[in-house]
């Protein structure tokens, strides 16, 4: 689609949808989402609640107040959903802040737009909610936990919404423990588990080129402690000495177990194994931590892909996968969403959002790499998913349809405040 067509068609959805609901009444709900688009995981969060607002609210009329939708992600959005509106400039946004019934601030490592939420309370009074949220004493990107004054203010805001829903119960156990009081606190899966972007060309093509066959292969993410922004031209991130020196003790600790994990899955079954990464810096940490150090014998069925990818294409690879398994969160949400095994490792660095996986009936495929003991674990569980793909497939399934349940419930908790 050229840029024309996309402007028009754009245009005509935007058109069409703001008469159906002129005529209609339609509800209108301002969506606070898409923190940024150099990983496929943040990428998800949008278009995963987007999809279950389609479902579950198909009459709503829905504005998304974007933080990034730049590399390619804005036609990525509206032509899976054409007839978004999307937000941008001060005056759209006073706009959409006298049009719009509700504010829904969606997925995210905290309350990723706090401020914002607390604009939307002093301009408007009108209600709002949270939706999938994981509440951290000390962020994946700080190396110091935050202060008890930035969390009461973030409790604050928490109390004067509709309704919370954590991605996970280590999170609203701890907004309790705080003194959260709003009237529906309840475990509510991340938005990226609804994500149904597909770009199956893309991802036909790159097997094919790679000779890696549907269901013959497993795909592995690595990730390093902290995410080195600095090395992604387009973040103008400062370079940390603190979170580099961390990431560089501890990099072989968190991927040995992967690394041997594509050993034993190469030499004990007939699968193959794809490096793949979640965000932009990943390609680099994957070859140097895990393609380039596996022994000779095992190194011509493993497949390292040097170049990043929009979550579609990653979506239609993992679905073709037999499973995967890795250092990132996102990706096994992505797999899990469409009933695809996924394993997690995870360290006190990436905050509680892990323990979603206990609570959606997957504990015995979560790893703490800060417990050796666990660790130990990582290559035998890993070697099992592999050789027993329909029991793990049942597995995946039955936590996917659990997902499917929160959604639908935590969806007619959004229906029932629209009214």
């Not at 509800?27 to 990428?43: A, C, E, F, P, Y």
């Not at 479902?55 to 509206?78: C, Q, R, T």
């Not at 402690?225 to 973040?235: A, G, H, L, Q, S």
């Not at 794809?274 to 095992?298: H, N, R, S, W, Y």
Request: overall charge positive; aromatic content about 8%.
């Amino acid at each position: 689609m050229n840029r024309r067509t996309f402007l028009a068609t754009t245009f005509a959805a935007g058109l069409a949808t703001t008469l159906q609901a002129a005529a209609g009444g339609a509800k209108r709900i301002l969506l606070r989402s898409s923190w940024q688009t150099v990983n496929i995981g943040d990428i998800a969060h949008t278009p995963g609640v987007l999809a279950l607002l389609e479902k579950y609210l198909p009459d709503a009329e829905i504005h998304l107040w974007p933080s990034k939708i730049d590399n390619g992600v804005d036609e990525l959005l509206m032509t899976r959903f054409p007839k978004l509106k999307i937000v941008q400039g001060a005056d759209a946004l006073k706009k959409a802040f006298a049009d719009c019934d509700f504010l829904l601030h969606g997925s995210g490592a905290s309350l990723v737009a706090q401020k914002d939420v607390a604009r939307w309370i002093e301009a408007t009074g009108k209600p709002f909610g949270i939706y999938g949220i994981t509440l951290p004493l000390q962020s994946s990107t700080a190396t110091k936990p935050a202060s008890a004054e930035a969390i009461a203010t973030t409790i604050g805001i928490l109390n004067q919404a509709r309704f919370v829903f954590f991605r996970d119960s280590v999170s609203m156990q701890l907004a309790k423990d705080k003194g959260c009081k709003a009237p529906v606190m309840e475990f509510g899966p991340d938005g990226a588990f609804g994500t149904d972007l597909r770009d199956d060309a893309a991802a036909d093509a790159f097997l094919k080129a790679n000779q890696l066959e549907p269901g013959k292969f497993l795909c592995c993410i690595p990730r390093l402690r902290y995410t080195p922004y600095w090395v992604i031209p387009e973040k103008k991130s400062a370079f940390d000495e603190k979170k580099h020196a961390r990431n560089e003790e501890m990099k072989e600790h968190d991927h040995a177990q992967l690394r041997q994990a594509i050993v034993e899955v190469i030499r004990q079954t007939d699968l193959k194994v794809l490096i793949c990464p979640e965000d932009q810096t990943q390609m680099a940490v994957g070859k140097e931590l895990l393609f380039d150090k596996l022994p000779d014998d095992v190194k011509g069925r493993a497949v390292w892909r040097p170049n990043y990818w929009l979550t579609g294409e990653a979506v239609s690879t993992y679905r073709r996968s037999a499973g995967l398994f890795g250092n990132e969160m996102h990706s096994p949400i992505m797999c899990i969403g469409n009933g695809i095994p996924a394993i997690v490792c995870r360290w006190a660095e990436q905050t509680s959002k892990g323990y979603m996986w206990r609570d959606i009936g997957l504990g015995d495929w979560l790893f703490n790499l800060d417990d050796e003991a666990e660790v130990a674990k990582v290559v035998p569980t890993v070697l099992a998913m592999a050789k027993d793909p329909v029991g793990s497939k049942a597995k995946a399934e039955k936590a996917r349809a659990f997902v499917e349940k929160r959604q639908r419930e935590t969806m007619g908790v959004l229906k029932k405040e629209l009214g």
